[in-house]
């Protein structure tokens, strides 16, 4: 499995062409409302009670927090593309650092892959920018 480096972002869309087409935002009346959905998922540990809250859920935008890519500790698998496959959306996944491997943690806990942040949507994405934040010391 490739991995999105730290700092870089990876897209993948999932949507019914046909979806696709009519879900672009620039199809939306300026009065529209919509449904946004914010959840720390914890690595993906419960994948298929996520997948099935979030279908239950229907919005149509989903921002997921702790998302992993390729760690053993959520069976290697891509976390966030596998949500957007199964409920047919369009994916952005921002890869915040490289999860290590590491000889001192249990299998339920081992790393190996990426961790990091993702968006899920039924509309169309035109542009993904990344704004690195930097530490400085004494300023929180």
């Not at 390729?70 to 047919?88: P, Y």
């Not at 650092?97 to 001192?104: D, H, I």
């Not at 993702?118 to 035109?126: N, P, R, S």
């Amino acid at each position: 499995m490739d991995l999105t480096p730290p700092g870089e972002s990876f897209r993948a869309d999932y949507r019914p062409a046909a979806n696709a087409a009519t879900a672009s935002s620039s199809s939306l009346p300026s009065s529209e409302s919509f449904k946004l959905l914010q959840w720390n998922i914890e690595r993906g540990y419960k994948l298929q009670r996520i997948i099935t809250e979030l279908g239950n859920i229907n919005a149509d935008v989903i921002s997921l927090q702790e998302v992993d890519v390729g760690c053993e500790r959520t069976g290697s698998l891509n976390i966030g593309l596998e949500i957007a496959k199964a409920l047919k959306l369009n994916y952005i996944f921002l890869s915040e650092f490289e999860e290590l491997r590491s000889p001192l943690r249990q299998p339920q806990e081992q790393g190996g892959g990426a961790h990091g942040n993702a968006i899920l949507t039924k509309f169309d994405v035109t542009d993904v920018t990344i704004v690195p934040h930097r530490y400085v010391k004494g300023a929180v």
